[in-house]
C-alpha cells in the first residue's frame, strides 16, 4: 500500500510540474512562438494574394479573380485560424503530413489520387455550365438573351436574394423562373462559397441533365411539384447513387459507390427538387468542428477563424452564405442544432420516430439509447414549417420509409393564444457562458411581456438520483456504449484529422483501465466535469445493461416533472458558447450535454437565432461574479469567446415527444427578427439585438457578395 501511495504522490507530482511547464513557459519561448507566427501571417498574406491575382480555387476551378478577405490579426502567442486549404495556421493541408504516423494502404492513397482528380473535374464542370460569359445566348435560361455578363450576373444574384418561399413562387409561376436558370444562379454562389469557406465536398454531376428534364416536363405545366427547380445540398452522410459516403476517411473509398439514394434525398427529389452539392463533416462523426484529411476544415461565414459547427457544418456554412436555398442534416448529439446556433439559422430535430431515413451514416451504429433524428437547415421558421410539411406524415414518404410516423404535422392543432412556457438557463452541469445565458433570459422576458406565463425549470429537482452530473456521465456512456472501440476501428490506417488527434489518444487509454483508474483522480484536481467525462464508460455488458435502463428511467421522469409543471415547451441555452475558434471544439466536449440531453431523452428540439452576441457579454466573460471559473474547462470556455462580439445567438425550444407542432409553434412566438439573406452571409433586420455587427463581421458580409 505504502508503495502504491508513493509512486501515486510521484504520479500527481509530474502531472503537476508538467501542467506548470506547459502552461507557464519562459518569456523567452513565448517570444520565439510570436516570432514564427508573425512569420506565418506574413506567408499567408503572400498567399492570399496568389489567391486573389490567379484563376485557380483551392477546389481545382477556374474562376475569375474576386477579392479575398484577410484574416484578423492574431494575439500574440495565439494559434493561426486554418484556411479552406490548411489544417493548422499556414500549412498546406494534405492527407500525406500524416500519411508516415498512420500508414494508409497503396490502395488508398491511389484511390483518393483519383478521387481528388474527378472531384476537381466535378467542380470544373460546375464552373463552365453556369458560367454567365457561356450563356448569354443560352436558350435554357429563362428572359432571352443578355447583352452583357454583368447583366446576365445581376439576374442570377437577384434570384439568389430570393428567400426560399418566394423562389418557390416565381418557379410555380408560369413562364417566369425554371429550373436550369436558378441551378445556374446557385451554383454561381455555391463557388464563391467553396472558395471561402471549404463547405462543399463534391458536385453532383447529374444536377443540370436533372434540371433539363423537370423544365421539360413541368415549365409549361399548371401543375407543378411543390420543389421543382429548387437546388438544395445534402450532407455527405446521406447515401447518393454513384458517390461514395467517405464521412472524412480514405478508407471508404475503397468501398464501392451506392446503388441507390437514401430515401430522404430521393422523397425530395420526387417532389421536384435538386440535389446539386454534397458538404463537409467531422472526421468520423465524433466532434462539432466539421474538419477531416480527406476534404480539409470548413470555416463560419460569420468568421473564419472560427468553425460552423458540426457534425453538418458544411451545410450551414453553405446555407447560411446564400449557397443553397436549404440543406438537409441529422442530429445525434446536436449535429443539426449547433451549427445553427453557430451559424445564425433555423433548425428543428424531430423525435427520432416522427421520420425515419436509411441508408445513411447516422453515427455509432447500435448506439445505446440515443434519438436519431434528420431535418433541415432554413433561413427562417416558416420555410421550417413548410418543409417538414413536406415529409412528416406524408404518404410518399412512408412507401419509401415504412418506419416513419403516419401522422401529418398539424400546424394549427396545437396553436394557443398564450403559452406556459418552462425554462433554464444552466443546466446544472457546465454553465453556458454570458451571451448563451443572456439570450435565454431575454427571450423569456419579451415573452412575459407578451403575456405568456414563464415558469422555472430546475434540473436538480427532476429526481434526487438523476442529478446534472449524474446525467451528464450517462450521455457520455451513450455515446460510446462500447467506449469508442467502433471509432477506434474505423481510425485505424488513418491519418487523423489534426483537430481529432487528441480525441483519438484518450478513446485508447479506455482499454488502460490502471492508467484511467490512476489520472481521474489527477485530472479531477483541474476539472470535475473532465474527470466525469473520463469515467463515463461501460465496463461490461451488465453496465450497459444499467445505463439504458437508467436512460429509460430518466426519460420517464423527466416527462413526469414536465407534466407537474404543466409547461407547454421549454426554452434553454442552445449551446454553451457561439461559434469559436477551430481549435477549441476537441477540447469543450463538456458542452455537449446543452444539445445531446434531448438526444438522450427523444424530445424534438430546434434552434430559432436571439440576436448576437454584444461587447457587454464578451466583457462578462471576465466578471467571476457573472461566469464563475472554477474549472479547467470553464476557463477555456472563456478563452473561446474571447473574440466573439457580434457572432450569432440562439435559444433551444424543446417539446414532449412527437409534438414538433409545439415546438415550431413556439418557434413562431419566440423568434428575434434575424434572418440569413440569400445573398450572402447572415445579417441582421432591424431589432435583430442591442450589438450592431463589428466591423471584421460586416467586411465578410460584404465581401460575400461577390462572385
Known sequence: IAGCLFA??????????????WNKRSAKEKEKEDAQHADNSKEREQQLKKMAN???????????????TKPAKKAPGKKAAPNATSGKGNKEWSVFRFVKKKHPTREMLENQSEFNKQRKEGFKMFRCLSAPEFLLNDKRIVGGKWKTEKELEMFFRSIVDLDLLGLIDRLQSKNDLNAYTVLCAYTQKMLDSQTRLNCVTEVIKEAFETAEKHDKLWYDSEEKPPLYG??????????????????????????????????????????????????????GFISYISSNPLYGTTLNPWALDCTPGGSSGGEAALVADGGSPFGTGSDLGGSLRIPAAFCGLVTLKPTQSRFHV??????LPGRGRLGLSYGFYTKCVKEQVFLMELIIGSPEYRNLEPMSSPAPLHMDSNKKEKYRIGWYDDDGFNA?????????????????????????F???DIDPKFQPNY???????????????FILDLYKNEPNDPYMASFSRLLKLNDWAIIRLLFTPIISLFSKRAAIIARARNGNLAELRKTQEDTDTYRLKFIEYWKTLEIDALICPSFCTPATPHQYPPELANCVLSTGLYNLLDFPAGIVPAGHVTADDVANLNDEKIFPINDYLLRKQ?????????????????????????????????RVKMSTKGNGSAQVNEGAGKSEVSALRASLILNSHHY
Open 8 to 21: 501515486l504522490l510521484i504520479l500527481i507530482g509530474t502531472s503537476v510540474g508538467g501542467y506548470f511547464f
Open 54 to 68: 490567379t484563376t485557380n480555387d483551392n477546389s481545382g476551378v477556374n474562376r475569375t479573380p474576386t477579392k479575398v
Open 230 to 283: 429548387v437546388p438544395f445540398s445534402v450532407k455527405c452522410n446521406f447515401d447518393m447513387k454513384g458517390y461514395h459516403t467517405t464521412i472524412g476517411f480514405l478508407k471508404k473509398l475503397t468501398e464501392a459507390k451506392k446503388e441507390i439514394d437514401c430515401p430522404f434525398v430521393a422523397h425530395l427529389r420526387n417532389l421536384g427538387g435538386i440535389p446539386f452539392v454534397l458538404t463537409n463533416v467531422p472526421q
Open 358 to 363: 436509411s441508408y445513411n451514416y447516422g453515427g
Open 432 to 456: 453556458p457562458v454570458p451571451s448563451n445565458r443572456r439570450a435565454v433570459l431575454e427571450t423569456i422576458e419579451s415573452l412575459e411581456k407578451e403575456g405568456h406565463e414563464a415558469v422555472r
Open 458 to 460: 430546475r434540473m436538480e
Open 471 to 485: 446525467v451528464a456521465a450517462l450521455l457520455f456512456k451513450n455515446v460510446l456504449p462500447d467506449d469508442g472501440k
Open 638 to 670: 472563456r478563452d473561446a469567446c474571447a473574440n466573439s462580439e457580434a457572432m450569432p445567438n440562439a435559444v433551444q425550444v424543446v417539446g414532449l415527444p412527437n409534438e414538433e407542432e409545439t415546438v415550431l409553434e413556439a418557434f413562431f412566438t419566440t
